[in-house]
């Protein structure tokens, strides 16, 4: 199989038969083989039951259902696992992403060898204010932190090696981010193509202001999991001594200038090195318990089901 299309969806229902006669019909003229697998995140509307009919109607219509909601990262990634294409393409569902640039995406991967390609909505037809500007700062503050050289990272329609999928784990909220787990993971050959963007057609956002300040915490967290997540001792434990050491310091200083020096002078008390070394030897002491207890963590970690599946169809 040449092509696995990946579209998480939430409350979709209106879009879903157009996107899928869209899809089928770039695939065909292409000649590609290829599946569409739907992962429906507890849905409230029609959905699921739209992509049933489909399924009947197409065997290459591919369905997950959650018992609930569990988030697009989740969606991902019981996408990832069932995917069986050489490419994985992940598109929105609400119409917004165009499926003629799948080909060339295809290529890129399949030709020019790229790891990932992302997408990259150049021009928007989104609201400036609650859109676009975010956006931009978002995604600058995104290339500084990842090293990642992207312009759009919110951009639903990317293209994957399969490999990278079956690699990566996409958890909590971490689905902005793909291309940044990629390149943690060795895949470096990251590139962009500029795609269409359409404004939404039917039905309602499902992502509020909240998204930048969600995104930027787990840009934070991306960072810090990929450079201290298995060795947390080398972070805090070397803080820890070091506070420790300059509270250390302190106290000798302390206790020799009181015992031999100059005993008659003001109380220890009275002076301010002390509430220096006191904070820092107990600051020292906190951060290396830190440091201590993730590597207990780290190391007695199991792999944990973060979602469970309640339909399947052809799979
Ligand atoms: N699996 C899953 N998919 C979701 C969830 N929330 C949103 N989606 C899907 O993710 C895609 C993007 O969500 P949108 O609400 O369109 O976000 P957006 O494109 O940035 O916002 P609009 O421009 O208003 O459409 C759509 O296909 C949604 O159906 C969720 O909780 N789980
Ligand atoms: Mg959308």
Redesign the pocket.
């Known amino acids: 199989m040449q092509i696995s299309i990946v579209i ?3 409350n ?1 229902q209106e879009s879903l038969k157009e996107l899928h006669d869209w899809i089928v019909q770039v695939m065909q003229s292409n000649h590609f083989s290829y599946e569409i697998i739907f ?1 429906d ?1 507890g849905s409230t509307d029609r959905s699921w039951e739209t992509i049933s009919e489909l399924s009947k109607a197409n065997a290459n219509v591919k369905g997950i259902r959650f018992l609930k ?1 569990f ?2 990262s989740q ?1 991902l990634h019981a996408g990832f696992k069932a995917a069986e294409g050489k490419v994985v393409i992940t598109m ?3 119409l ?1 992403d165009n499926p003629e640039e799948i080909p060339e995406m295809y290529q890129m991967i399949v030709q020019e060898g790229h790891h990932v390609v992302s997408g990259w909505k150049k021009k928007r037809y ?1 609201s400036v204010i609650t859109k676009n500007i975010p956006s931009k700062l978002f995604n600058w503050a995104a290339r500084k932190t990842s090293g990642v050289k992207l312009h759009d990272f ?1 951009c ?1 329609l990317k293209a994957f090696n399969q490999k990278v999928v079956k690699t990566i784990e996409v958890s909590g909220e971490m689905h902005r981010y793909i291309p940044v787990l990629a390149k943690n993971a060795g895949f470096s050959d990251i590139s962009e193509k500029v795609v269409q963007h359409q404004a ?1 057609k039917y039905g309602s ?3 509020g202001a909240e998204r930048f300040i969600n995104g930027f915490l787990d840009l934070i967290t991306i960072w810090f999991v990929s450079k201290f997540g298995r060795r947390p001792m080398h972070l805090f434990g070397a803080w820890g001594v070091l506070m420790f050491i300059v509270g250390f310091g302190f106290s000798l200083y302390l206790g020799i200038d009181k015992l031999f020096i100059n005993p008659t002078g003001r109380l220890i008390t009275q002076k301010p090195q002390f509430y220096i070394a006191l904070t820092a030897m107990i600051i020292g002491t906190q951060l290396f318990l830190a440091g201590f207890i993730g590597e207990i963590m780290v190391r007695s970690r199991k792999n944990d089901t973060r979602y469970n599946i309640s339909d399947k169809i052809n799979l």
Request: proline share 5%; no cysteine.
């Open positions: 998480p969806l939430l979709e992962i995140d909601n988030g697009k969606a929105d569902a609400d917004q989104d919110n639903g939404r956002t499902k992502f």
